[in-house]
């Protein structure tokens, strides 16, 4: 007998994967449809899980040796232009600026959709010594890519993330930031969104453009759909070149530096929401929930019992995010309002606890409940809270390990592409051919050549030639 919704207004997820993300996009109270077609204005609740995601990963951006700075927003043409691979790859996207009040503008500006050229135009009236290098800045702000078709928080006209960008006096400490960051991505999106990624190398075919290599974290949603959740590319001298960025080395000689850029949005909230909700809303990790615990008086009329609540949440301020409903909505509205909302843990207190001295803790993930001592409550709740956080994360890595398949012939993996959703590993040749004809017969994109490599035979899945390497391939977001 299947379990009975207690939100009625989502869609089930098994019935339509897109509308129920819709909904609990929508019910959960994360953004709001704008006027501004392809936008999306995030609600303080959606935004308050980006503030914490924010500063957990700007913490970590510091310890390892990270600046925040701010560039400007717009881009002139012939700025952007001085890259051709990179302005090629962003063209079709790109947002222009015309007109300043009732002029136009002698030249056009663009609203930047990264910050690559803006960063090369200052590095090079700053570094003029191998004593200037590295400079290591990161960047806080929003970007403009004119986006075809849209999705709250997956791909929006405007979005929010941060863009790292280094530069270095070597290639080898250039390629070295490029994998410490998508190493630092990882560790976030594991230790913090409790989401299971997988590490590699894009192919050529989908290398970020300037780029001469970009490495990615690619994680596998509830519907068996990948989601690129975070990229480090490493630049060679390319852009310094086409910027004319030069420094005098120890050897008092002049060359050319070395640049990175990495970066995350806040797609990764719609990692969170794809990777752990249900039919009953959100289920958000401990880590990044705005409210971790929600104290809900039972039989809040009877004496004691909302003076008890409001000492228990006092109580609990000193230890985690805790918020106290003391409306007039029912218990069981409030036990599915925060269970929409994701909260981790749920606490129940009435009057019968009071006289046992006793609370119910109820797991947002499980919905097990839990007869805690108030005597006990503020070491239970952190110990519950790192149970909840790390159950999250091994139930999305045992989904994910149920939805991986090995395919080694043509015919294997487009049967597999039909009817299994999830990953599909696989043996390559390398060759930018199989790659376009997986596309095109089983309607699935390489999602990245891992660093852990399995030898899963000796030939290509697509033309059967010798292989070169182990790849994931999927359909994606």
Same mark, same amino acid.
């Given at each position: 007998m299947a379990k009975e919704k207690l939100v009625k207004e989502i869609t089930?997820?098994?019935?339509?994967?897109?509308?129920?993300?819709?909904?609990?996009v929508i019910k959960a109270e994360l953004t709001d449809y704008s006027s501004v077609r392809g936008c999306m204005i995030i609600r303080p609740y959606g935004y308050a899980i980006w503030e914490n995601i924010q500063r957990i990963m700007n913490d970590m951006f510091i310890k390892t040796g990270h600046e925040n700075v701010y560039m400007p927003m717009f881009i002139p043409e012939s700025l952007l232009e001085k890259e051709k691979d990179h302005v090629e790859g962003f063209a079709p996207e790109v947002a222009w600026v015309t007109h300043g009040g009732n002029e136009k503008l002698e030249e056009r500006l663009c609203v930047r959709p990264t910050s690559e050229t803006l960063f090369c135009d200052h590095y090079k009236n700053i570094i003029h010594s191998y004593r200037d290098l590295p400079k290591l800045y990161n960047q806080w702000c929003s970007v403009v890519r004119w986006e075809k078709t849209t999705r709250p928080f997956l791909r929006s006209r405007e979005f929010l993330w941060q863009e790292g960008h280094t530069i270095h006096a070597t290639a080898e400490e250039a390629e070295?930031?490029?994998?410490?960051? !998508? @190493?630092?991505?990882?560790?976030?999106?594991? @230790?913090?969104? *409790?989401?299971?990624?997988?590490k590699g190398v894009k192919t050529e075919k989908e290398r970020f453009a300037g780029a001469q290599d970009t490495y990615t974290i690619e994680a596998l949603m509830?519907?068996?759909? *990948? !989601?690129?959740?975070?990229?480090?590319?490493?630049?060679?001298?390319?852009?310094?070149?086409?910027f004319g960025i030069q420094f005098t080395d120890a050897d008092n000689e002049l060359k050319y530096p070395f640049q990175t850029s990495w970066g995350t949005t806040t797609r990764l909230i719609g990692a969170v929401i794809m990777t752990h909700g249900d039919n009953e809303g959100l289920v958000l990790p401990p880590m990044i929930a705005p409210i971790q615990v929600v104290v809900i008086p039972i039989a809040s009329h009877k004496a004691g019992v909302l003076?008890?609540?409001?000492?228990?949440?006092?109580? !609990?301020?000193?230890?985690?995010?805790?918020?106290?409903?003391?409306?007039?909505?029912?218990?069981?509205?409030?036990? *599915?309002?925060y269970e929409m909302k994701g909260v981790p843990l749920r606490l129940e207190i009435g009057p019968k606890d009071i006289e046992n001295n006793q609370c119910v803790l109820v797991r947002r993930d499980t919905r097990e409940k839990i007869f805690v001592s108030l005597d006990e409550l503020e070491t239970k709740v952190p110990e519950l809270l790192k149970t909840v956080q790390q159950a999250l994360y091994d139930r999305a890595l045992k989904r994910r390990s149920e939805m991986t398949y090995v395919a080694h012939d043509l015919d294997e993996i487009k049967e597999i592409a039909d009817t299994k959703p999830g990953f599909i590993k696989s043996m390559w040749c390398g060759s930018r051919e199989c790659e376009e004809k997986l596309k095109e017969v089983a309607g699935i994109s390489s999602r990245c050549v891992p660093f852990e490599q399995e030898n899963l035979g000796d030939k290509c899945v697509c033309c059967g030639k010798p292989a070169k390497k182990m790849i994931y391939w999927g359909k994606a977001y």
């Open positions: 089930s997820m098994d019935e339509d994967f897109a509308q129920w993300y819709t909904d609990v070295k930031e490029t994998i410490q960051m !998508l @190493n630092v991505y990882a560790d976030f999106a594991e @230790n913090v969104l *409790a989401m299971p990624v997988v509830h519907d068996g759909k *990948a !989601l690129q959740s975070g990229t480090s590319h490493f630049f060679g001298d390319g852009f310094a070149r086409a003076e008890k609540s409001q000492e228990i949440t006092e109580k !609990l301020q000193k230890i985690c995010r805790v918020k106290s409903d003391t409306t007039d909505r029912s218990p069981g509205w409030k036990f *599915a309002e």
